[in-house]
């Protein structure tokens, strides 16, 4: 239920059991993040499912350890394997967490894009950002979607503005891929995009996709402003649908199938 809804969440424990809920998904993960000893920590949720305040969602996985496939999941069986496949290749090794840049020259859109991920996927977003909203866009973790035996995509924001132009290196070495978002009408958002783009694709040859959200005016694109902006061709140009449309997970789908290598 939401927050709101619960009564009595005054004393520290149960605050910060409610506090990791908004985080994780999983009960053990619940128990990891909070600086109280485990059975405590249990009996709180145990009191919160008794009350009928937090339900358990049973999440299917495949042999492999991955996520079987569900309305919620992001990424295929198949797409998960060569996911490890590919970090097994990796020298150095990219070891259980793999790395998504996150670039946008606004935090709002970073933060309408964590939404859509939570309210779809099996994405969990950082405990730091979860207590912090407004601090997503910063430069930063911004959470993670599982893939399974201990395997993890995560996701780091980096700001597009020129003050963070230095990081831009970084933030590419070693990245499985990495989505921009931009902001503003169409064509002025890509202007303002086009120098971290360039950073990016200069230091890595993983795929880059922008994807522009509702919260971005401008949303079209003809196919003779297409045919002027040729990095974008190849699948790489996305668009989610409103929050109130169907389809934004197969989107989002479609977005993080275009980053498997």
């Not at 992001?74 to 394997?81: A, D, G, N």
């Not at 670039?103 to 950082?126: G, K, M, N, Q």
């Not at 902006?229 to 989107?251: A, I, K, N, Y």
Request: hydrophobic letters at 45%.
């Amino acid at each position: 239920v939401p927050r709101e809804k619960i009564p009595s969440i005054s004393h520290p424990l149960t605050r910060e059991v409610i506090d990791a809920l908004t985080a994780y998904r999983k009960i053990g993960e619940i128990i990891d993040h909070c600086p109280f000893p485990d059975y405590q920590v249990l009996r709180v949720l145990s009191d919160l499912f008794a009350r009928d305040f937090l339900g358990l969602e049973q999440i299917r996985t495949t042999p492999e350890g991955g996520f079987a496939e569900s309305e919620a999941a992001i990424f295929s069986p198949p797409q998960i394997r060569r996911l490890r496949e590919w970090a097994a290749t990796q020298r150095p090794k990219a070891g259980p967490v793999l790395k998504l840049v996150i670039a946008s020259p606004e935090r709002a859109l970073v933060r309408a894009f964590v939404s859509a991920l939570r309210e779809s996927t099996h994405f969990v977003i950082d405990g730091r950002m979860a207590r912090e909203p407004q601090r997503l866009g910063e430069l930063g973790t911004v959470g993670h979607v599982p893939l399974g035996d201990g395997v993890a995509l995560r996701l780091i924001s980096v700001p597009a503005g020129e003050a963070y132009a230095p990081l831009w290196d970084v933030a590419a070495y070693g990245m499985l891929g990495a989505i921009i978002l931009p902001a503003g009408p169409f064509g002025a958002s890509l202007e303002a995009t086009e120098a971290v783009w360039a950073r990016l694709r200069a230091r890595s040859n993983r795929a880059i996709v922008h994807l522009l959200l509702p919260d971005a005016p401008g949303l079209a694109l003809s196919d003779s402003a297409r045919g002027t902006l040729p990095h974008l061709e190849g699948g790489s140009f996305f668009v989610l649908p409103p929050q109130s449309s169907l389809g934004r997970l197969e989107v989002l789908r479609s977005v993080f199938a275009r980053l498997v290598p």
